[in-house]
């Protein structure tokens, strides 16, 4: 069993749908990191938390300590959201331990 | 715009040829990570640079290494690359202040190796 589990592993909505990504992880962590990384490669960091909720536009991250739960929500889902979402964490260190993605497909 | 830059964005080679990769950055960050990532997989850590700390997975093959020689770059060496090493070579930086393991990385563009 992987340290860092999401789901679900594939994803399509619709243009305009409200998206859930989950990610559930084993281990004590310092902190809970959510990234993008599109088709071609490079790697954005859209979130990093260790309690409580974040937003960025129309994305919104939760993360619940006692449950070793993280959720990412995208809100009005756009096909430029398009691409896979990974959840990782890191423990005392500052090395990640990745989950292995969700890829999403947004259409029109 | 400061940033991590990865050159090539694309390196073909040939079997045992050795291959250097490049990474840089201008946030002037003092740890820089080399990640591999092959198809399909989520990014595995090969070293990371904690200034001029040098740390070692311990899984990491002794056919790639690394230097920093200054803050900004960071290279990634390949000595006799196998066609099992074509993979996506990702690197990163994070400030690396008191409390690294709650600091964000900031990933390059990647460079795509092709072994031939």
């Known amino acids: 069993k992987n340290e860092v589990e999401q789901s679900p592993q594939n994803l399509t909505a619709q243009e305009g749908e409200f998206i859930t990504i989950n990610c559930s992880y084993s281990v004590g962590i310092g902190a809970l990191h959510w990234l993008q990384q599109h088709p071609g490669g490079g790697i954005v960091s859209l979130f990093m938390l260790s309690s409580g909720k974040k937003k960025h536009g129309r994305l919104i991250a939760t993360i619940n300590i006692q449950e070793k739960h993280s959720s990412l929500h995208i809100t009005a889902s756009h096909p430029r959201d398009s691409a896979v979402y990974i959840c990782?964490?890191?423990?005392?260190?500052?090395?990640?331990?990745f989950g292995t993605g969700t890829r999403l497909q947004v259409t029109l | 715009d400061a940033m991590v830059i990865q050159n090539p964005r694309y390196q073909v080679t040939q079997f045992g040829k050795p291959v250097t990769l490049s990474c840089s950055q201008t946030?002037?960050?003092?740890?820089m990570y080399w990640y591999q990532q092959k198809s399909s997989q989520a990014p595995k850590l090969l070293f990371h640079y904690y200034d001029k700390d040098f740390n070692n997975e311990a899984d990491t093959p002794d056919n790639f290494q690394s230097r920093r020689p200054n803050t900004s770059f960071c290279f990634l060496d390949i000595r006799s690359p196998g066609l099992g090493d074509a993979a996506m070579y990702l690197c990163?930086?994070?400030?690396?202040?008191?409390?690294?393991?709650?600091?964000?990385?900031?990933f390059g563009p990647g460079t795509r190796l092709l072994v031939l």
């Open positions: 990163a930086t994070s400030r690396g202040g008191g409390r690294a393991f709650q600091e964000t990385q900031y």
């Open positions: 990782a964490v890191t423990g005392t260190a500052s090395k990640l331990t």
């Open positions: 946030l002037n960050h003092n740890v």
